[in-house]
Antibody
Framework: EVSFLASGGGLVQRGGSLRLSCAAS????????MSWVRQAPGKGLEWVSSISGSATTSDYADSVMGRFTISRDNAKSILYLQMNSLTAEDTAIYHC???????????WGQGTLVTVSS | SYELTQPLSVSVALGQPATITCGGDSVGLQSVHWYQQRPGQAPVLVINRNSNRPSGIPERFSGSKSSDTATLTISSAQIGDEADYYCQVWVNYRAVFGTGTKVTVL
């Protein structure tokens, strides 16, 4: 059974930093690309960042470029998101998600809540 | 930038068909995927690559695509189908999500 254990979310002041982790199990982590997708309260889904299975390719939404860094540890099946210079607009539930390139997102984590206070 | 436009809401009577559209220039160029998100839950993939139904998804869900519009159809809407639905395409490793449609079953 596929499962994700997300951690690292919480309340942080504007300008602060957080590191999200997402520990995956139940599927071949290293062969799946991974993404972070966030959802602000009452809003739609917003893609944040993706990383290839081998970690050789990554990309970021314009809204987080230069502030967020995605990484992964395939030996431990963990996905990370380092978030710096946080603003109120980063307040959201952050979901980790697994997919094969070009295909739909097969697996979604329940998400971890990040709240940035101003 | 890529944009995918969906109707804000769709209302459907119990047992009747519901259709949700997804429009945008990138629709014709890429495979479209559809997700269902119930309140307080993570999204679930209901249609993969335009028209493929993942294992465990009821047959009443189907997808199609024309040149610039993708369509998700629920052939006979059930109470449990009340949810938000999102279309999505990939541009390399960038995911583009539609604006989302709230489906209400009356």
């Amino acid at each position: 059974e596929v499962s994700f254990l997300a951690s690292g979310g919480g309340l942080v002041q504007r300008g602060g930093s957080l590191r999200l982790s997402c520990a995956a199990s139940g599927f071949s982590f290293s062969t799946h690309a991974m993404s972070w997708v966030r959802q602000a309260p009452g809003k739609g889904l917003e893609w944040v960042s993706s990383i290839s299975g081998s970690a050789t390719t990554s990309d970021y939404a314009d809204s987080v470029m230069g502030r967020f860094t995605i990484s992964r540890d395939n030996a431990k099946s963990i996905l990370y998101l380092q978030m710096n210079s946080l603003t109120a607009e980063d307040t959201a539930i952050y979901h980790c998600a697994a997919f094969y390139r070009g295909s739909g997102i097969d697996y979604w984590g329940q998400g971890t809540l990040v709240t940035v206070s101003s | 930038s890529y944009e995918l436009t969906q109707p804000l809401s769709v209302s459907v009577a119990l047992g009747q068909p519901a259709t949700i559209t997804c429009g945008g220039d990138s629709v014709g160029l890429q495979s479209v995927h559809w997700y269902q998100q119930r309140p307080g839950q993570a999204p679930v993939l209901v249609i993969n690559r335009n028209s493929n139904r993942p294992s465990g998804i009821p047959e009443r869900f189907s997808g199609s695509k024309s040149s610039d519009t993708a369509t998700l159809t629920i052939s006979s809407a059930q109470i449990g189908d009340e949810a938000d639905y999102y279309c999505q395409v990939w541009v390399n490793y960038r995911a583009v999500f539609g604006t989302g449609t709230k489906v209400t079953v009356l």
